[in-house]
């Protein structure tokens, strides 16, 4: 295989592990206004992201130094073209972070109410506007054959992008409630399994007729339909949905947060094995299209940062587990009281 | 104002805000590590409190680090695609190193030692804070080996209108950037320093928690004392590569117009660019700069005049930066040397605590003006010799990037008067009485 198509799916991997971890804290944190309730909810609410948020966010800057460094022209081309929804979703992750350390400082309602709504911006906008991005690289981009991105952030906010926005919105969702049936307790996880239950044919829903509009409105089927055995990949995805439901029923809720876990894989994985290989089409003309095979960097690079992820990605994922393992536990009330240090 | 003005007013803007919580993290993280190692040591309960008190300020300051470093990952290919496109490679390759090797570390780690006091051994906890303080010097280590290659590029060749790497060892190991490694790691460990000076001077002057905070005064004072030397020493070891380097900012560093041996240093001047020449110059020290630059009396320092005009830095900015840190890299020892001689004497010297109070925030000057130096100085590149910075810019609307100019400026400085706020705040107020923090720390 060639060393250009590996970095395409390590790409497309990074991208997938985002979603997937920090997909539970933006969907808790879009989720505060409606379920958190009371102080302590919020308190608790807080406390379940609060080990593990900032681990899951390196991803994203990971994904980030990946494009720049395997495929500098697609990073560069990427986000100046996408430059007004990048920095609305950079501001949105500065307010959210920043949010879970001042908000319990000062025992001021202002000053909490200040916060609260930054966590909940903070988490909403990047779940939709990822989903908007990540649609319209799907469909296609408006660049020229300098790479030049010909329209504004409101061209990526056409029906297609937007239901996008809406499948990563429902997913992550549902990924955080789950999360909370998992780490909360008593009245807080009954109502995240509620809410869990009553958005999963919310999400079922618009990951079918996401399916359907990718097939009318994107190229993506075409690599499936050149090689059906890749069906398989959305099977999963709707293997796995169909999973959540299940574990719901039978209250295995870990087990239910990790087939959410699967299905937000698996459709990242739909959507890069169908662009597969572009990382950045141009909806103008298909010559103008970013691949792996023309926006790369040098074999030499290509060759030294595979070594260094072959090396560092196991070691990370092994830490980040035990990470995972340590506090996917039920948060207690001591654990709330003993926080002085957040 | 144009698209490349801007996009560097605002980059400017954020590297500026993001370095004002980065040393602070990097310096304290290895001294609260340092004080919770002598308590699980010890057993000593004043530790535990030291390292309590001293870390929630450093998790603050640490919030504020991390979310500015986001925007930095992304803004060079929202805002220098071309540069990205020209230096992947290289510059890529570093960041994606520094992402996967040391951020991982560093942000999985501080998540773990915030949450974790209930739920690790205390050695196991005290040992994950030292993984955070390593981790965190160690990205500091990749991104200044990415600016090192901006400043004298190394092991690439051009292929296809961009920089190819050929020679991977050559960029880790490129002399500018180890330089740089040596120099601004310290003056982290400086600033640390004389920010739990500051802070126990406060205290001391008003006579409260007199022990825990001389204990903390002395480890910011050691601390202090080695690394400002270290500084200067690696600051003229720096200034001599720069001198071979990079002749146009040492001539534009200290405003040096006529190429001669036996050049002199200036002490102050007042350049006067379109004249070529200084219009105004305070004391004169005859063949020092040769001497500093060559560690040669008889060596030829390039003056300004002998570089092209399009490849002359701003001469002002990089004078006065350089002048400024200089002459408080000058100081900082000296106050340490001082704290030294004074040390079983430090409640009653009160001038001394004074001057200590008010020295505070003078590390952070010190370390931005360093980096005005660096980066002003090396314009007109954006690196050095290959790529002007004028030629680097993305392709974008310029009122995009005013608007996300004055979002910057907004929500940076809103976040600033919060995190001072409430680092001030937490300051002022000092440790929890002793039975508290004991009670929690046992569970």
């Known amino acids: 295989m060639e060393l250009q198509t590996v970095w395409f799916f390590i790409w497309g991997l990074l991208w997938a592990v985002f979603f997937m971890t920090d997909g539970f804290d933006l969907g808790i944190g879009s989720l505060y206004p409606f379920l958190g309730k009371s102080e302590r909810d919020k308190h608790m609410m807080i406390h379940a992201m609060g080990p593990l948020w900032d681990g899951n966010e390196v991803w994203l800057l990971t994904a980030g130094g990946v494009t720049f460094a395997a495929f500098p022209l697609v990073y560069a081309v990427m986000f100046s073209s996408l430059y007004s929804a990048l920095m609305l979703i950079l501001f949105a992750l500065i307010l959210r972070g920043v949010s879970f350390e001042f908000r319990n400082k000062v025992d001021n309602p202002a000053w909490k109410r200040v916060w609260d709504t930054c966590i909940f911006v903070g988490s909403f906008l990047p779940a939709l506007l990822f989903g908007v991005a990540f649609g319209n690289i799907f469909k296609g981009i408006p660049i020229d ?74 190229p993506l089927y075409d690599n499936y339909l050149a090689n059906p055995v890749l069906f398989l990949v959305p099977a999963i995805s709707v293997a796995a949905i169909v999973g959540i439901k299940y574990f719901l029923m039978q209250n295995a809720f870990f087990k239910a947060w990790l087939a959410s876990a699967a299905t937000i894989v698996s459709c990242t994985f739909f959507g890069v094995i169908g662009l597969f290989p572009n990382l950045f089409p141009s909806s103008i003309d298909a010559d103008y299209s970013l691949s792996a095979f023309n926006a790369s960097s040098s074999p030499l690079t290509l060759k030294i940062m595979l070594i260094v992820v072959l090396l560092f990605v196991p070691v990370v994922l092994a830490y980040q587990i035990w990470a995972y393992k340590l506090f996917s536990v039920k948060v207690t009330d001591d654990d709330l009281a003993h926080d002085d240090m957040y | 104002m144009d698209v490349v003005m801007l996009s560097r007013l605002q980059f400017a803007a954020a590297t500026m805000f993001h370095f004002l919580f980065v040393p602070l993290t990097l310096g304290l993280s290895v001294l609260v590590a340092y004080m919770e190692t002598q308590y699980v040591r010890t057993g000593d309960e004043t530790y535990l409190r030291m390292t309590k008190f001293w870390g929630k300020l450093f998790l603050i300051n640490f919030a504020l680090g991390v979310v500015t470093g986001i925007t930095l990952e992304f803004q060079f290919g929202t805002n220098w695609s071309r540069y990205s496109a020209y230096v992947g490679d290289v510059f890529g390759s570093l960041l994606a190193i520094e992402a996967s090797v040391a951020f991982f570390l560093e942000s999985t780690f501080i998540g773990i030692w915030i949450f974790g006091w209930n739920k690790l051994s205390k050695k196991a906890h005290a040992t994950v804070m030292w993984l955070v303080a390593a981790a965190g010097n160690v990205s500091a280590i990749w991104i200044l080996l990415a600016n090192g290659w901006m400043q004298q590029p190394v092991g690439f060749t051009i292929r296809d209108g961009r920089a190819e790497l050929t020679d991977f060892l050559a960029v880790i190991t490129n002399k500018f950037g180890l330089l740089e490694i040596a120099h601004t790691i310290p003056s982290a460990f400086v600033l640390a320093a004389f920010f739990m000076m500051g802070i126990s001077a406060w205290h001391l002057l008003k006579k409260q928690h007199i022990d825990f905070f001389t204990r903390s005064f002395n480890i910011g004072l050691a601390v202090g004392l ?26 534009a560093m200290e405003s040096h117009w006529e190429t001669q041996t036996q050049a002199p240093i200036i002490m102050l001047a007042i350049p006067d660019e379109k004249n070529e020449r200084n219009a105004i110059e305070i004391g004169r020290l005859p063949g020092a700069l040769s001497l500093l630059g060559h560690h040669d009396v008889n060596a030829a320092v390039t003056g300004l005049k002998d570089i092209p005009k399009d490849e002359r830095p701003p001469v002002l900015p990089t004078f006065v930066s350089f002048r400024t840190m200089v002459a408080l890299g000058t100081l900082f020892p000296l106050l340490t040397i001082v704290g030294l001689f004074l040390k079983n004497r430090l409640l009653e010297s009160r001038w001394y605590l004074w001057v200590m109070l008010f020295a505070l925030p003078l590390p952070y000057l010190a370390i931005e003006m360093g980096w005005v130096l660096a980066e002003v100085g090396r314009q007109p590149w954006i690196v050095y010799g290959l790529l002007k910075t004028a030629n680097a810019a993305s392709p974008v609307a310029a009122s995009q990037v005013m608007t996300s100019l004055v979002g910057f400026i907004l929500v940076y400085g809103l976040l600033g008067i919060a995190g001072f706020y409430l680092i001030a705040d937490f300051a002022q107020k000092g440790p929890k009485p002793a039975a508290a923090d004991v009670k929690s720390a046992n569970g």
Not at chain 1, 186 to 191: I, K, P
């Open chain 1, 145 to 218: 054959q300098d790479g030049i991105y010909l329209g504004t952030l409101f061209t990526l906010l056409n029906p297609y992008g937007l239901l996008g926005g809406v499948l990563f919105l429902c997913l992550f969702l549902v990924h955080g409630a789950l999360w909370l049936t998992v780490r909360a307790d008593g009245d807080l996880a009954q109502r995240a399994e509620n809410l869990a239950g009553k958005l999963w044919p919310v999400l079922a829903g618009v990951a079918v007729v996401f399916l359907v509009a990718s097939y009318i409105f994107t």
């Open chain 2, 226 to 251: 080695v690394s400002s030397i270290v500084v200067a020493v690696t600051g003229d070891m720096h200034a001599v590569h720069v001198t071979q380097t990079q002749p146009a900012k040492l001539a």
